[in-house]
């Protein structure tokens, strides 16, 4: 039966193969799935390292996401399992794998590489969020990359389906919206604000409120600090669009739909997305 059909999945139903990446809890492997040959992404996490998780409760959450969200930008969770010790993910495998490292590497993307994820990642939102789902955790870390460099939305480990305000406080302090920081109340709107900072982060190598200390970037956060430094000369549409995400009021921040019609990302994504 295909991936997402066979009930009960174990380990001997797959070759193991290298050693691809590093995720939250565990390591991720590249896998062939022995009778159709469909080659994945396994992602093994030791149980001894997920005490403090109900694991079952938290993957039953994320597979129901994640089972329910269909789009060219999210990346697939076929299925998950586990054995005495472990709990393996059953993943789409992203070939050309982790956008950070990419960035890493070029130190800086330019305008049209930059406008084409912001693109993808705002349809992907704005799909997730008709859906009711808010990732919460959206950083390069989480950004993976498809054989043609097509962007996919990754790890919805922190994920909720939500119609109603939130309060947990998640995700890495840089991503952090101003009424996440301030333990408010938070919606999807958050989601928008951590677009401005990856979009800040894609053309200038760094987010926009990084600090020495931590409690400097959540200061930064609050006042919403943010500075264009001429190190890179980015064009005027580009600025416009970070400033009209980096909104210290949720409410106000430019919406996924009206992102998709800034003249920033029709003058520079490229269609495919
Ligand atoms: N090239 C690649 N191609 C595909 N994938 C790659 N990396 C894996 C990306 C992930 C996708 N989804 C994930 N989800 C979770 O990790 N969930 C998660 C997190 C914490 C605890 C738990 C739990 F086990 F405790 F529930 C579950 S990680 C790479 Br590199």
Excluded at 6 to 24: Q, V
Excluded at 88 to 98: D, F, H, P
Excluded at 221 to 236: E, N, Q, R, Y
Aim: include cysteine.
């Amino acid at each position: 039966a295909p991936l997402m059909e066979r009930p009960e999945w174990s380990l001997s139903d797959f070759e193991i193969g290298k050693f691809i990446g590093e995720g939250k809890f565990g390591k991720v492997y590249l896998g062939r799935e022995k009778q159709s040959g469909y080659v994945v992404a396994l992602k093994v996490t030791y149980k001894a390292k997920l005490q403090k998780y109900r694991f079952h409760a938290h993957l039953r959450r994320e597979i129901e996401i994640q089972h329910g969200l269909d789009h060219p930008n999210v990346l697939r969770l076929f299925a998950w399992f586990h054995d005495a010790e472990r709990v393996i993910l059953v993943l789409e495998y992203a070939a050309r794998g982790e956008l950070y490292k990419l960035l890493r590497s070029v130190s800086h993307f330019s305008e049209r590489t930059a406008a084409t994820y912001v693109a993808s990642l705002a349809g992907a939102l704005a799909y997730c969020h008709k859906k009711q789902v808010i990732h919460r955790d959206i950083k390069p870390e989480n950004l993976l990359l498809d054989i043609e460099g097509r962007l996919k939305i990754a790890d919805f480990g922190w994920a909720v389906r939500s119609n109603a305000k939130r309060h947990t406080l998640c995700g890495t302090i840089d991503y952090l919206a101003p009424e996440m920081v301030e333990k408010k109340a938070h919606d999807y709107a958050v989601d928008n604000w951590t677009l401005g900072i990856l979009c800040y982060e894609f053309l200038y190598g760094s987010p926009p409120f990084e600090a020495a200390e931590q409690q400097d970037t959540l200061m930064r956060i609050v006042k919403v600090d943010l500075l264009f430094p001429k190190t890179h000369d980015i064009s005027a549409d580009a600025k416009d669009l970070i400033c009209k995400l980096l909104v210290k009021d949720s409410s106000k921040r430019i919406s996924l739909d009206d992102i998709l019609k800034h003249p920033w990302i029709v003058k520079n994504a490229e269609p495919s997305g």
